[in-house]
C-alpha cells in the first residue's frame, strides 16, 4: 500500500487516543485510593500534632514540680507525670507506624501508576522506531519521485525530522520516569527504615515504662518514717557524693596533663556527630569544666562534660563510630536517694562508654536504656541508648563526655580507663575535653 503524507500522522494519533482512553480511566483506579490515603496521612500528622502538645504540657508541669523543694510525694507526683510523658511518646510512635505505613502504600501506589506510564513510553517509543525504519529506507530521491509535487517531498523529509525530534522527546520523558521511580523508591527504602525504628523504639520505650513503674511501687512503699529517715542520712549521703565528685576529679585532672593535642582530631565542629536529634544550643544545660552550677553544686567545682536537656525516653546515637568498650550502672551499687531538690546516688547512674578510631572516646550516661554491650561495634548516628534520670541527676538528660585516647609504654589504655570508685563501684575515668570543641 502506498504512503501518503497523512499516514504516518494519522497512525500517531490513532496511537495516542488509544493511550488516552487507556491510560486515564486506569489513573482515576488510582486517584482514589491516593486521595484517601493523603488524607488518612494528613489524620494521623493532626494526631501527632495534638500527642505533642499534650507531651509538651507534661513536660512543663514537669519542669515546675523540678523547680520545687523535693517531698515523697512530689517524687511520685514526678514519677506519673513521666509515666505519663512516656505513654504519650508510646502512642505518638504507634501513630508514627501507622503514618509511615500509610505513606509506603502511597509511594507504592506512586510507582504502580510511573511502572503503567513507562510501558506506554516504551510502546510509543517501539511504534516511533518503526515507522521512522520505514522511512528511513527511503533515500531523498525515492521521496521525491514518489510524490505528485516538490511540496508533499518537502513536507514529508520534514515529517521524518520531526519523528526523530519526537522520539528523542519521549526517551527523555522514559528516563525521567525512570530518574522518578528510582527516587520513589528510595523515599520507600527510608520510609521503612523509619517504621522498623519507630518499632524498636516503641518496645524499648514500654520496658522504660515498666523501670518507671518499678520505681513508682519503691516510692509509694516508703512511709513517713523512712521519709524521715532520709534527713537522718543526709550527712553521710553529702559526705559520699562529696568523695565521688573529688576523686572523679583528682583522677581526670592527673590524665589531662599526659593529653598530646598532635596526637588527636583538630578541635573543629562536625568531628562529632550529635549524640540527640536535639538543637544543642536550646538544650545544652551544662557547660564543660568550672561552670557555677558546678561551683555550687561539686565539691571538684569542675563538670567533665556537657548536659543536654531531654525527655526521658529520647533516643540517644554514637557520635562516631567504634567498639563499645564498657556498658555500667553505678546506681547498683549506690541506690539514688531524693533528699529535698538535690538527688544522691551513684554519679553516672547507666552509661556507656566508645572508644573510637580517631584517638577519641564518648561517654554517654544517666541512661534509662541500653541496647548496646561490651565488645559491640557501632557506626556514628547508630542508636545505642534512651535518656535518662539515673545517677547523680536533677532531671532527665544526657551527659555527654570526651576522653582523649592515651596508652601507657605497654599499650595499655589509660584513658579512657574503667576501675572501682570509692563508694560506687565500676565507673569511667579518663583525660576529659570540651565536648563543644568537636560537635
Sequence with gaps: MKNSIFHIPYSIFFFVFLLS??????????????????????????ELQQIETERQQILNSLNELSKENRTLQKDIKKNEYQISQLNLTIKSSQINIEKLGLEIKSLENEIKSIEDKSIFKKEAITKLLRELREKENENLLTILLKNK??????????????????????????????????????????????????????????????????????????????????????????????????????????LRKKIDPTALPTPRPGVLAMPLKLNLIQNLTQNYGATNFAQLTYSSKFHNGVDIGAPLGTPIFAAESGRVIAVGNTDAYCPP???????????????????????????????????VKIGDIVNRGDLISYSGNTGFSTGPHLHFTIYANIYSAGEKLLSPEIKNSVHCGPQPYGATMNPLDYL
Design 21 to 46: 482512553t487507556f491510560y486515564f480511566p486506569l489513573s482515576a483506579i488510582y486517584a482514589a485510593n491516593p486521595q484517601e490515603l493523603k488524607n488518612e496521612i494528613s489524620q494521623k500528622s493532626a
Design 149 to 254: 509535487s516538490l511540496a508533499e517531498s518537502v513536507f514529508e523529509t520534514q515529517e521524518l525530522l520531526d519523528f526523530n525530534n519526537g522520539l528523542t522527546s519521549e526517551v527523555t520523558n522514559l528516563r525521567r520516569l525512570h530518574e522518578e521511580r528510582s527516587r520513589k523508591f528510595d523515599e520507600i527504602s527510608a520510609s521503612k527504615q523509619g517504621q522498623e525504628s519507630e518499632n524498636y523504639n516503641l518496645k524499648n520505650r514500654k520496658l522504660i515504662v515498666e523501670d518507671q513503674k518499678t520505681e513508682r511501687r519503691n516510692l509509694l512503699t516508703l512511709n513517713k518514717k523512712q521519709e524521715k529517715n532520709y534527713q537522718q542520712r543526709i550527712e553521710e549521703l553529702e559526705k559520699q557524693q562529696a568523695e565521688i565528685n573529688t576523686e572523679i576529679e583528682e583522677i581526670e585532672a592527673e
Design 337 to 371: 536517694v531524693w533528699y529535698g531538690r538535690k538527688k544522691y546516688g551513684g554519679s553516672y547512674g547507666k552509661y556507656i562508654v566508645i572508644k573510637h578510631e580517631n584517638n577519641l572516646s564518648t561517654l554517654y550516661s544517666h541512661l534509662s536504656l541500653s541496647v
